[in-house]
């Protein structure tokens, strides 16, 4: 029994895994193992009764956590725009655009895939609707079916690490860090990571053409009529973009300086991006429209049309993401305006009715309510965790790991990669993540470093053979049997699913390229976070102690302390000190009054002096603060 109760917390749980290997739910796995080892544990007087007693108030917490709103906020925005067409708009104009060149349409999707990451955060929504629409086009143009199957499921699980994203809302909450520093910490890393993708499709295009053909002259359907492909007015509209986002961006700080009135100097990084990006949009959007309205004629068709499916996704995203980094709005509130535009652009479109608003109402209360219900059980499970030492475990165990913070880092990296296999990132998020946040609080970590870094890497749970689940929503919807296509009408084999799982494996290991950038420069990632406010205590305390002095020198009318009308003694509306009431009869001032304080050799007034308390507690605060 009593090796039992020292070693309660690891055979807690080991006692989820046999929860978790029987098959049941994990948010039912996480409640029953929490429940059963709890009462268990009470009985055999691990610890007190009351453990179970916090449980109400836990549970009503997460019932009434703001953070948690953007979760469904989010969710209904991205299925919104997923079922308004926006999606098939972006691929077939971005795919007109790159067709010519060889790689073309994977560069399309991975360019798509970016976009509806940062507009939609859904995963499942993305790779269903490029695999949907994509694919069949890059089967019919002799695309290399591992290529085209790979590239698709990546490009869609870029809605894991580019905000808004669901998995850095719940990392950012059980981590204890704020949604928008998590936002702005993943924003490069996202970016970067496409980039990655583009580069293997280049090296592709390059080293192995056949894989990557480019599309055929009939095959691109926006062309003037003496046959001009059009892009000479769209680089031209691309440049003066470029201009006026690099003159924004270059100038940012001024900007800042003249709106807030006082001199600014510094600007974060995704800050910039973000605003610049929308600067240089609006005014290619001005122009278009100029060119549409008076019929100027200067726009070719692709000119036009990238221009006016282009422009609504971007503005989508910095009225989210740049009210987010601007801090204009929290992230439960960009979800909500986001949420609303997504609404509107949809009956814009008039490719939303009631139908299909139900159907997205009706996936998003499905997810919000699984995640409710994971934190529910993940809940249950870390309260009698901690009650059984649990968090000193896994600390004394993570801690004594050789290499201090860099060996700490791969040995969790390997965890999760390999736990990826079998748990999805909610999964991972609310039963690992929890437990590795202190310890990596307690070895010097930036949590919004380790957060980000955790995020990429639980990326490759979803193209992980044999369990990804983008792998399984693209076999979904990939054809698994011979067709005749309809354009032009040739025989097209099926995509296997090892095709599938093969096309996967280059893009798991790019992950894990990525994994590595960050652990090697945590600047990507703490570079974009603002840097926190100094504040000097000892400054703070002078200045208090100047106040104070000033106003209630001698306790006369002017003391802050002092009743209404009075001669400066403690009256009836006198503080109480130390949670004690005045003493009876305070109202005159002095030694003699009964009760009253009496002064101190230095003219002070003894531990109960206010000003001397203000003083202990600031200077008691101070090492914590800095």
Known sequence: MEFIATNYAPIMFAGLIVFLLL??????????????FGFIGIEMGVFPSSVMAWLPQRLIGIMANDTLLAVPFFTLMGLILERSGMAEDLLDTVGQVFGPIRGGLALAVIFVGALLAATTGV????????????????????????LASGVIAASGTLAQIIPPSLVLILMADQLGKSVGDMYKGAFIPGFMLMGLYVVWVMFLAIFKPKMVPALPVEARIYREANGNAGYTSLIVVMGISTVVAL???????????????????????????????????????????????????LLSKLAERVT??????????????????L?????????????????????ARKRLNMTLLKQALGSTTKLASFVMFIMIGATTFSLVFQAADGPKWVEHLLTSLPGGQTGFLIVVNIMIFFLAFFLDYFELSFIVVPLLGPVAEKMGIDLIWFGVLLAVNMQTSFMHPPFGFALFFLRSVAPDKQYVDRVTHKVIEPVTTMQIYKGAVPFVLIQLVMVGVLIAFPGIVTGAVDKPVAVDMNKVNAEMMEQLNDAGAGYGAENPFAAPGGDGGYGSDAPSINGEPPAPGAAASGADAPGAAAPAADGGYGSDDPAKLLQDAASSAAPASK
């Open 247 to 297: 003159f924004l961006a270059s100038h940012m700080a001024d900007i800042h300086t003249w709106w807030q009135g006082k001199e600014i100097t510094e600007v974060a990084t995704d800050e910039k991006i973000v605003t610049a990006m929308c600067g240089g949009t609006f005014i290619a959007f001005v122009l278009a429209s100029f060119n549409r309205i008076f019929k100027l004629g």
């Open 123 to 146: 995963v499942a929504a993305s790779v269903i609707s490029m695999g949907l629409i994509s694919l069949p086009i890059m089967l019919r143009y002799g695309y290399d079916r591992r």
């Open 327 to 347: 801090g204009i709005a929290t992230p439960t509130e960009g979800g909500a305006m986001g949420a609303m535009a997504a609404l509107i652009m949809g009956f």
């Open 23 to 36: 098959g049941f739910p994990v948010a039912f796995s996480l409640g029953a193992a929490g429940l059963t």
């Open 308 to 325: 006016f499916v282009l422009i609504p996704p971007l503005l989508l995203i910095f009225l989210v993401l740049g009210t987010i980094f």
